[in-house]
């Protein structure tokens, strides 16, 4: 797996050994970046939630974001991420903490342009993860929430303040991005 555009194009990144990472795919990445570059997002803070290898949060930082937090519960993802980061040039713009992603929820305090959410197909809580995120201060009037999900636990086409913008299905992946409503 590598960048696929930006500064960082090209770097290849290390990905956690183990069976649990399903990182996402150059053609599901450039998807929703293309998504993402055509909608008025701003780019300025990331979250990569079940950030695996950070490929997600890593591609923003490479296209321009100014800092990304990444939070995944796994120590051997933590450290992928972090190697990544360096890597990349990115480990000044960013921070990697490592605990489950509802106690992240929890205690962080920015307000993020972009949330990724890319958390294992078996995983029954996303729909009330993105809940409890859009209820939290997390989440600003103008964040994008994007959440790559498999058909198992479909998801709400809105949840309070947040309404779904754009999704695509790539293969067994789905790609649902959602936006603050007004």
């Known amino acids: 797996m590598r960048v696929i555009g930006g500064k960082a194009k090209g770097t290849q990144l290390r990905i956690p050994q183990g069976g649990r990472v399903r990182p996402a ?13 055509n909608t008025a997002v ?20 490479s296209r ?31 921070h990697v903490y ?11 305090g920015d307000v993020y342009d972009i949330v990724f959410m890319d ?10 993860l993105i809940a409890t995120l859009v209820s939290s201060r997390l989440i600003g009037e103008d964040s994008a929430v994007v ?3 498999g058909n198992r636990f479909t998801l709400d086409s809105t949840y ?3 309404s779904l913008l754009k999704q695509r299905q790539y293969g067994d992946t789905f790609i649902s991005i959602f936006q603050r409503e007004d």
């Open 98 to 108: 490592c605990c489950n992603v509802a106690k992240a929820i929890a205690f962080l």
């Open 42 to 61: 701003n780019w300025d803070r990331v979250l990569d939630l079940f950030a695996g290898s950070g490929a997600l949060g890593i591609e923003a930082l």
């Open 160 to 162: 309070t303040g947040l």
């Open 147 to 149: 959440v790559l999900h």
């Open 64 to 94: 321009g974001a100014a800092w990304g937090d990444f939070v995944d519960q796994s120590k051997k993802c933590c450290g992928a991420i972090e190697y990544n980061l360096e890597r990349a040039g990115f480990s000044s713009r960013s």
């Open 25 to 37: 795919t150059n053609l599901a990445k450039q998807a929703i970046f293309s998504i993402l570059e």
């Open 119 to 128: 958390p294992p197909y078996s995983e029954p809580s996303v729909g009330s």
